[in-house]
Structures are given as C-alpha cells and as structure tokens.
C-alpha cells in the first residue's frame, strides 16, 4: 500500500516540520496547503515556547557550526555591531589585533549558515569599532564608534565619531544623516529603539566616561538631551542596553575605569518629562558572572542571557605561571628566508589592513600596502649579533655554512642558541594555549527580569542545569543577537598579557571569527 505524506497523521507532520530550520524553508512551508499552513504556525509556537522554558531552567547548550560546512570568508574581528532581519544576521565594521579598523558590511545567511557580503551604495561610514547598531522600519541606524589612529605621524590619540547613517535593507545603500544638534562623539555606548525614538546612554566620549542619556527622534531625525533625576548609574561604558518596553531600559553592567567592571542594574522610567533612574535589587549573587563588562547581554522573555567567565576559573594567567623562571628575553621567530621573500611575506600580512576598508563611492579598494615598521626580530637580532655587510657571507650563515671566519663561527653559535631556546617557548606557549582552550570557557548566566518593573525593582540570578564546559574560548567584545529558537555568537578577542621576568608585558591576544550557537535541548513534539 502506497502512503503519501498528506495520509500522515497531524502529529507526525508536525514532527517531520520541527526538523527543518526554522527560517526560510521552514517559512515557505506555509505555502503548501492550508494543512501545512496550520501545522507550520504550530511547530514556529512550539518552538518559540520551548525556547522561552529552556531558559527560564537555565537548560541551554552550546554547537559551534564546523568550518567544515562553510567557508569562514569574513575575517577576524572584535567589538563590531551585529543585528537580526528576517532569516540573516548582519555584521557592520569592528576591528582586528593589528590595529586595523573596518566600514564592511557582512550578512550571514541562517538558512545556508553561509557569509554573503552586500556590495552596498551610498556614503559609507569611516571605519570603526564599538559603534550601536539597531533595526528600524528595514533599516539600519549606525551611531558612534572609534578607530585607530594612522600609522604616521606617531602618538595620535583614538578618533572618536558621532557620525549617523542609515542602512536601508531593500535599496542596499548607506545614507549619511546631518543634524543640527548631535551628541558629543563617543563610543563603548549603548542603545536601544523606544517607539519612533532611539536612545543612547553612557559610553566614553572625549578621554572621560559618561552616564549622560540622549534621545534621537527617527522621524525627524532631531536630537535632545532629556531631563533625569539626580540619582543616577556612575559613569561607564561597555554595558548591555535591554530593551523593556516603550517606557522602560535596563542598564546591566558595564567599566567604570581600570580593572573596574560593574555587576550592577539600572531601570529607567521614561514616563515623565524628568526621566527617573530606578536601582535594581540582585539577588542570589552566587549565581551571577564574575564581571559583566564588554559580554553583550540579549533578552529573552522575562530572562536576560549573559556570557561571561567562570567563576571557577582562576583570574591568574596561566601563561604567567608557566613563564615565571625565564629570566631572558623572549626571542622573535629568527628568519630562514631571504630579505626579498621576508618582504613579500610582510607585503601580504599587512593586506587585511585595507581588505575590510570600503571606499566612500561603494567601492572595495585595497590601497597599496604601506611600509611596515621594522619588525621585532630585526631590531633584537641587530643588538645581540652584528650583520656582516657581506651579503655572501651572511647567507652562508643561514645555511649553516661552514666559514673561516672566527667572528662568523661565533654568529652562528649565537643563532643556534637563539634557535634553541625560542622552541623552547614556543612549545611552552603551544601547552599552555591547549590548557587554556579546555579550561576558560564562557559560561552562560541567566537573570529572571519578571519582577524588575514591580514595586519591589528586584531581579533574580538563576541556577543552571547543565555542564557548559562544551562553551567557545573565554572572550569579550563579542556579539550575541537572538535568532528563531537560538542565540547567535560571533566574533571576539581574548585579552592576555604574557609575564616574563624582567622583561615588559607581551601581549598574548587572539581575535575570532568562529560562529558558536546556544540552543535549547531537542523538542520532540
């Protein structure tokens, strides 16, 4: 006997629907029949709910999409703006650990998990980081942000931008907005949309941390500074900006200096012409993340979902630990190449400082790759043994070479010692990085916001239910942006210093571009 899957049961529809992803293809399935029509809304309200419940236990999991199924063509970045449209996630600018700031616009396809990069129109913003970007009305609003300074001339300090564009969705073109009165330029802000207004708080603006509030109207494009009470968060930048409502924000965490995060929360009422400033009781502290700075929060029902580090986790690097009885100082890698190749090679590491760029009239150029500055090796190498002028002489030398020369018998003992001992370190940085990467993770944290517009303004930190040891390496300056039925994580930095005795701080950092997904358990319905 033949079955057709029309002769299926409404259940087991329903199942075979819950397997597909749910945005595009799922999207489509409406469009069968009124049946699947009606199945369909039924698996999107399943799972949305079970979505909503698996928080509230704290019962989340994490699933890194394997490079192995896409092509990871956008490139390393941190502390970049990120926003959800329909069935994609677009990602705008952000900035590498080469001192390299973006204006490139990305989309993620959450059908295909595939990179599309728009080639967009328009007046495209400078290249920046830590700007806000937010959906409104099939655009995109960009405010703010900051970008290194050129390479020359020397000991010039961040520019800071107050600049706003609007990115419209069905045209894929950038327009810049003038107003009369803007905000002082800042960064490490927040933002949120209210109704027609978007509003922006905190952030550092000109070498200073703010906790000032300003208001743009999206009609008209006018800003102003509303009235707010006297008691008010202290300054800081870097906190999460939750959206609550027409009238009412969250302010969660934030710096307000050095080594100074805050895990406090802020509620504003935006009910009277004096917008008035709220203090949020926490409880159950044993349950919240050790800081909550530059870890991007996103709201999820009557929950908040914060990533941050494990309190089990000790706070002392363990590069520190491995590296404290090394006395010298530490080797850069010795070249094994001739100077014209050491100078290709350098001409393409120094492409990604123009790759990301987009021209002012649209356009992708890739500026000639300007002269680097001479590397650490070289100044090093030159200190401790002298370069014989003759070119003959000092390649032979690379070569192992046997040579006459007494001077040349001491150089190359010197290179081999130079040699030996940055394998050393090398595989002493290999081991302690393959710790690293089992033991500080992000952990996923969970604040019940249901009551926090009561009289009694409290919020609760909720257990998990899981082991989250499975978590992407410890970072920050990541974004996290809601889906259909899951979190999205991309992008960040990983900030170390490496200690060696004697001997200046190294910076140990790491940018990312994996793509990590936080989802509920299976639903079976």
């Not at 207004?197 to 109207?217: A, E, P, Q, T, Y």
């Not at 046997?402 to 081999?416: T, Y």
């Amino acid at each position: 006997m033949q079955c057709r899957i029309d002769d299926l049961p409404d259940e087991l529809l329903e199942y075979i629907l819950s397997l597909i992803p749910p945005y595009k293809d799922l999207q489509e399935c409406k469009f069968v029949s009124k049946r699947w029509c009606r199945a369909t809304k039924n698996v999107i309200e399943h799972n949305e709910a079970h979505f909503r419940k698996a928080v509230s236990f704290g019962a989340l999991f994490w699933s890194l999409w394997s490079k192995e199924h896409w092509v990871p063509t956008i490139s390393k970045r941190h502390s970049h703006s990120a926003c959800i449209y329909e069935n994609s996630m677009y990602v705008f600018g952000g900035c590498t650990a080469t001192c390299t700031t973006f204006n490139d616009l990305w989309r993620l396809d959450l059908d295909t998990r595939t990179w599309v990069r728009p080639i967009s129109m328009g007046s495209y913003p400078s290249p920046k980081a830590c700007a806000t970007m937010l959906y409104y009305k099939k655009s995109f609003i960009l405010f703010g942000g900051w970008s290194y300074p050129s390479r020359y001339p020397l000991h010039q300090q961040w520019k800071l931008f107050n600049e706003l564009h609007i990115y419209s969705i069905e045209t894929n073109k950038w327009n810049a907005v003038s107003t009369l009165e803007t905000p002082p330029p800042m960064s490490a802000h927040s933002a949120s949309i209210h109704g027609n207004n978007m509003v922006v708080f905190g952030g550092i603006r000109c070498g200073f941390r703010s906790n000032d509030l300003w208001c743009l109207n999206l009609d008209t494009y006018s800003w102003h500074k509303p009235a707010t009470s006297i008691l008010k968060p202290r300054p800081r930048y870097g906190q999460s900006q939750i959206n609550l409502g027409d009238k009412h924000i969250l302010i969660l965490g934030g710096c307000t200096g050095p080594n100074a995060a805050m895990n406090d929360a802020w509620l504003l009422h935006m009910t009277k012409p004096t917008w008035k400033w709220n203090k949020v009781r926490l409880y159950h502290p044993e349950w919240a993340p050790a800081r909550i700075w530059c870890h991007q929060a996103c709201k999820v029902g009557n929950y908040v979902v914060v990533l941050s580090n494990n309190k089990r986790h000790t706070k002392v690097s363990d590069m520190s630990i491995a590296m404290k009885n090394v006395t010298c100082q530490r080797p850069a890698r010795l070249p094994d190449i001739s100077p014209l190749q050491e100078s290709k090679q350098r001409q393409k590491a120094d492409v990604d400082a123009d790759e990301n760029v987009n021209g002012r009239h649209g356009s992708f150029s890739r500026s000639p790759s300007q002269s680097a500055h001479p590397s650490m090796w070289k100044s090093n190498f030159s200190k401790t043994v002298p370069l014989c002028c003759d070119s003959a002489l000092s390649m032979a030398a690379f070569r192992d070479e046997p040579l006459n020369n007494s001077s040349s018998i001491n150089r190359q003992r010197q290179l081999e010692s130079l040699r030996r001992m940055e394998e050393k370190l090398r595989s002493r940085k290999a081991q302690t990085k393959a710790v690293k990467r089992t033991e500080n993770t992000l952990s996923i944290f969970i604040l019940d916001i249901s009551k926090v517009l009561c009289d009694e303004c409290s919020a609760s930190w909720i257990p998990l239910k899981q082991n989250d040891q499975s978590g992407p390496d410890e970072r920050i300056l990541y974004s996290l942006v809601m889906g259909r039925g899951e979190l999205i994580v991309f992008g960040g930095i990983r900030k170390e210093q490496t200690t060696i005795q004697g001997q200046p701080d190294v910076d140990d950092s790491e940018v990312y571009n994996d793509l990590h997904f936080i989802n509920p358990p299976k639903y079976v319905i």
